[in-house]
């Protein structure tokens, strides 16, 4: 492999010490990222080690970089973004080494909040009422033609790569990532025959006329919020996310099958179960005491809820570094 490759990590210590080992052992010249001027260009390559929502931040904060991407996953579980696990690290270093890798391109999403462009999405853009429990008006145009007015608890518009996260949990379509695709997904529609719908990814989508007793907040990829007034438009962004990918590593196919299996499991939980799943989908991580606040479940009644969802591999509880007394739960992706 030609290529430099710069390390960047959430994870410090050892870890970061033996991933840095693995890539030299394998003949790869590599050094860590302190500073963003040090990136020269695409014929670089640019690790990531860490957690998923750790490694879709570092994207937007990098303002998707043009380097391809091998992204080390710390998690036990792996999602689409992930190249290999720590523990795969070594053989996979020593396949980049004699080029058995390919760079993959991933579409992702621009998004305009009232004519305002506001960021990408790696895997979806949506709207949702800024109060619980109301429902949201809004008209979908696709290349400036109106196909639907609904009323529902949300909207989301969702790249390839996203139909794996929110978008699937909310009743859409997976769509294999390599598709040219967005999908649009109008969440618990009143309109029982309303389907996700799959455009071609050179569509320019709108979401308007949108009307609501509460504010309407925008949500891209679970990190950015932002006030809406009166609409959200979607394209195609300007570059794609390149992403390195290991030869004979796990096949797509066997990742798909994986959500799909999870998504069953998930039908099967307790109401307040499910209502826990889809705060935490909205906001983002949060401690025992913000779902308290945020679902207004008894005390006894989350436990056994967050119960359920660990149980099940749909969440995982963190240690809340500013408290160490604390937990912080959020979802697996």
């Known amino acids: 492999m030609d290529e430099d490759v710069k390390v960047l990590s959430n994870v410090g210590g050892r870890t970061l010490e033996q991933v840095m080992d693995t890539l030299r052992a394998s003949g790869t010249d590599c050094a860590p990222?302190?500073?963003?001027?040090?990136?020269?260009?695409?014929?670089?390559?640019l690790t990531l080690v860490g957690d998923d929502r750790w490694v879709l931040k570092t994207i937007h904060e990098l303002s998707c970089p043009e380097q391809p991407l091998l992204i080390v996953g710390t998690e036990l579980t792996r999602s689409f973004l992930t190249s290999v696990g720590l523990e795969e690290l070594k053989e996979a270093a020593e396949m980049m080494?004699?080029?058995?890798?390919?760079?993959?391109?991933?579409?992702?999403?621009?998004?305009?909040?009232?004519?305002?462009?506001?960021?990408?999405?790696?895997?979806?853009?949506?709207?949702?009422?800024?109060k619980q429990a109301m429902l949201m008006e809004h008209s979908l145009y696709v290349d400036g033609e109106l196909l639907w007015r609904d009323r529902s608890d949300g909207v989301l518009v969702s790249t390839p790569m996203g139909s794996s996260a929110y978008s699937l949990s909310a009743g859409g379509a997976l769509v294999h990532h390599a598709a040219k695709v967005f999908q649009v997904v109008s969440i618990n529609s009143i309109d029982l025959t309303r389907r996700p719908l799959i455009i071609p990814s050179s569509s320019?989508?709108?979401?308007?006329?949108?009307?609501?007793?509460?504010?309407?907040?925008?949500?891209?990829?679970?990190?950015?919020?932002?006030?809406?007034?009166?609409?959200?438009?979607?394209?195609?962004?300007?570059?794609?996310?390149?992403?390195?990918?290991?030869?004979?590593?796990?096949?797509?196919?066997r990742k798909m099958e994986k959500k799909?299996?999870?998504a069953e499991e998930l039908l099967a939980l307790p109401p307040s179960a499910k209502l826990v799943k889809k705060v935490l989908e909205y906001e983002g991580p949060l401690t025992f005491e913000e779902l308290l606040n945020r679902t207004a479940l008894p005390e006894r009644t989350l436990r056994y809820a967050l119960t359920a969802l660990t149980a099940r591999g749909a969440i995982r509880r963190l240690r809340d570094h500013n408290d160490a007394r604390k937990r912080i739960y959020s979802l697996k992706t």
């Open 97 to 130: 080494a004699s080029g058995e890798f390919v760079v993959e391109e991933v579409t992702l999403l621009k998004v305009i909040a009232d004519g305002r462009p506001v960021d990408f999405a790696v895997n979806e853009g949506a709207l949702f009422p800024a």
């Open 260 to 262: 799909v299996m999870i």
């Open 204 to 253: 320019e989508v709108e979401i308007a006329e949108i009307s609501c007793g509460s504010e309407v907040e925008l949500i891209v990829d679970g990190l950015l919020r932002t006030g809406v007034k009166d609409s959200v438009a979607f394209g195609s962004f300007e570059r794609p996310l390149r992403l390195v990918k290991i030869r004979g590593r796990e096949p797509v196919s």
């Open 33 to 45: 990222l302190r500073d963003l001027s040090e990136l020269k260009g695409s014929e670089e390559i």
